[in-house]
Structures are given as C-alpha cells and as structure tokens.
C-alpha cells in the first residue's frame, strides 16, 4: 500500500501521544485543563493503544504488505478519536479492542510467512495487547490489564532484538533461556487474572531475566564501539534495558496497585523502557514508514538525556513520596518526548533542504 496512508495513520498516533502526555500530567497533579471528562481514566488507554499499538499496528502491516492489514491501525487510531472526549463511552475501546486483535493477525500472518522464534515472540506481544484490551473493556483490575499490556511492548521488542542477535550466533542455552524468560513472563501474566499479586511477581521474574538476556546476547553492546548513529542505539538500548530491570525489580516491591511505587514500576518500563527504544529505532523507523530520511545528529542526545534523567528523578521522588518533584518530573517526562519530535523534525527537514 502506497505510504501516503501511513501519514494519517501516524497522526493518529500523534494524537494518541499527545493527548496521553497530557492525561499524565494532569494526573500527576499539575494544573492543567482536563479538556475530557474521561482523561484521567484514558491516560493508560491512549499511550498504549492510541500510540504504541497504532504506531506498531502500521508497522506490522506495512512488514505484512496486505490491505487487511492496515485495518488494525486505522481501528486503534479512530478509536482514540473517539476515546478522547469520551463520548459515547463504548465505542472507543471496542475499536481498540478489534483493531488489536487485527493486528495481532496480521503479526501472526507474517509469522507464518517467516517462522522463527523471533517472529513467535512479537506474535505473544500482540496477542498479549489484544489480551490487555479484551480484559480492560470487561472491567478487570487495573493492575492485571497493565500486567498484559506491559507484554505488549516488553515481548515484541524482545523478538525484534532476538531477529537482529542472529549475527551473533546465540548458543543454544541461550536460546533457550529467551524462550524460558518469554514463557516465565507469560505464566505470570496469566496468573495474574485470578491473584494480581503473585501473578506480578512472576512476571516480573520473566522481565528481569529477559533484561538480563538483552544485556548478554543483543547486538547493542557492540554497537558502543561504531561511532554516530551506531553509538546513540547502542547506548539507547541498553538504558532501555536497564529500565527494564529496575522496573521488574520495583514489581517485587509492590504490595497494593496504585500510589506511588506502582506509578515507578510503571514508568520504569512504559517510560524508560519503550521510549528508549522508540528513541533508538525512531532514524530506522521513520524512514521505512513515511519515505523520510532521517540522520543521525548528535542533538538526539539530549532528549535521550532528558529522558533518563527526569525519569531517574521521577522515581527517586516516587520511593521519597516528594509530590512537587514528581510534579517536576512528570512535566520533564513530557518535554523529552516533544522534544525527540522536534529534533526528529527538524533532522528529516534538513536531510531535505
């Protein structure tokens, strides 16, 4: 399908961003207009499905080539149009529920087409969205609905990275012990929905292995030695990885969903995790889908930087339970990711002046 599709597709995804930093900000405490009645609920909702999943919903049916397939995205993303306001109340998340599962399909069709391990892996990261939304429109705990969605990014990246470690060979044991973190992360997930607590706990014994497995076995170590573009992924990467862990080491801490080391363990993984790697991948990305170039500057790193280090400080206030600095944090949270978009911007503008 020609990529002039992929612009409205992507701007729907903007929208899911943008209206979910937003949400976030008003629900960390800052005094901001809540332009919906429904925005604090939505927060979640509209970063995960309106942003990540209509994001990775083109991405997989751009890879899969089938017209059915962009169906999946063009779901998630009317149904974010429809979540904002919040009115009517139903039809928003029954269209991120089946534009999930659409894209679960196709994720799962291309798998068919290229079977591999790495393949199976993003295929249980899709269907572990489509289960987090199915779980969410019936009324689940909040807790175990974030366990799934979790899955989502944490399984599909993994099998990305595990498709780019062929060139390093990995031994069989280490195989194996990918599919053993995979099937540890799962097995927790699905205990999850009948006791969230112990569920949590296992899972984020299959997170932190998978974090452990990223250090050892994917590429991004050696890219530290290629200078530019190289060395930014490289080191993108493995902080996302190390935000992994802390998040999967923060699970273990936590006794009761909500307050404020819930909300570290979440932005551990949601924040620190997935945005670096959208950070890393973004000069690879943007070009596959939208036909721009966009090169590597070395300005990338600051809101890399920015990224880390106001993540780092929302955490540190989150264990302290200092409110304004979380405050603080939050709205820094936000001006690293507009800030990624504008230097993403503005380094595809000049590649084409």
């Known amino acids: 399908m020609a990529k002039v599709v992929h612009f409205p597709l992507m701007a729907l995804a903007l929208l899911g961003l943008l209206t979910g930093l937003w949400a976030g900000l008003v629900r960390i405490g800052l005094p901001l207009p809540e332009f919906s009645p429904v925005l604090l609920g939505v927060h979640g909702p509209l970063l995960v499905s309106g942003f990540l999943g209509t994001l990775i919903g083109l991405e997989r049916a751009a890879?899969?080539?089938?017209?059915?397939?962009?169906?999946?995205p063009g779901l998630t993303g009317v149904g974010t149009l429809l979540l904002v306001p919040g009115l009517p109340p139903l039809p928003g998340p029954l269209f991120l529920v089946l534009g999930s599962f659409l894209t679960f399909l196709a994720t799962g069709s291309?798998?068919?087409?290229?079977?591999?391990?790495?393949?199976?892996?993003?295929?249980?990261?899709?269907?572990?969205?489509?289960?987090?939304?199915?779980?969410?429109?019936?009324?689940?705990?909040?807790?175990?609905?974030?366990?799934?969605w979790m899955g989502f990014p944490v399984l599909l990246i993994a099998g990305e990275r595990l498709e780019l470690s062929r060139v390093l060979r990995v031994?069989?044991?280490g195989r194996w012990a990918f599919a053993a973190s995979v099937?540890?992360?799962l097995a927790g997930a699905l205990l999850a929905v009948f006791d969230a607590g112990d569920g949590r706990k296992v899972a984020a014994a299959g997170m932190l292995a998978l974090a452990a497995w990223l250090v050892l076995f994917d590429i991004?170590?050696?890219?530290?030695?290629?200078?530019?573009?190289?060395?930014?992924m490289g080191l993108a990467l493995l902080a996302g990885y190390a935000w992994l862990a802390a998040g999967a080491l923060l699970?273990?801490?936590?006794?009761?969903?909500?307050?404020?080391?819930?909300?570290?363990?979440?932005?551990?993984?949601?924040l620190g995790f997935v945005f670096s790697m959208?950070?890393?991948?973004?000069?690879?990305?943007?070009?596959?889908?939208?036909?721009?170039?966009?090169?590597?500057?070395?300005?990338?790193?600051?809101?890399?930087?920015?990224l880390h280090a106001s993540l780092a400080l929302r955490v540190a206030a989150d264990l302290a339970q200092v409110q304004?600095?979380?405050?603080?944090?939050?709205?820094?949270?936000?001006?690293?990711?507009?800030?990624f978009l504008a230097n993403t911007a503005i380094a595809a503008r000049r590649s084409t002046g």
């Open 63 to 72: 890879a899969l080539d089938r017209r059915w397939a962009y169906l999946g």
């Open 110 to 148: 291309h798998a068919t087409q290229h079977p591999s391990a790495a393949a199976a892996t993003m295929t249980l990261g899709a269907w572990s969205w489509f289960a987090g939304n199915a779980l969410w429109v019936t009324g689940t705990s909040t807790a175990v609905v974030a366990l799934w």
């Open 171 to 173: 031994p069989a044991v």
């Open 183 to 185: 099937a540890l992360f």
């Open 220 to 232: 991004a170590r050696r890219n530290l030695a290629n200078p530019g573009q190289g060395r930014f």
């Open 251 to 270: 699970a273990f801490a936590v006794e009761v969903p909500g307050g404020f080391l819930y909300d570290a363990m979440l932005h551990a993984v949601f």
């Open 278 to 306: 959208i950070f890393a991948h973004a000069p690879i990305l943007f070009p596959a889908l939208l036909g721009i170039r966009v090169p590597y500057t070395p300005a990338f790193y600051v809101h890399l930087g920015l």
């Open 324 to 339: 304004p600095v979380r405050e603080w944090a939050g709205l820094l949270n936000a001006v690293a990711v507009l800030l």
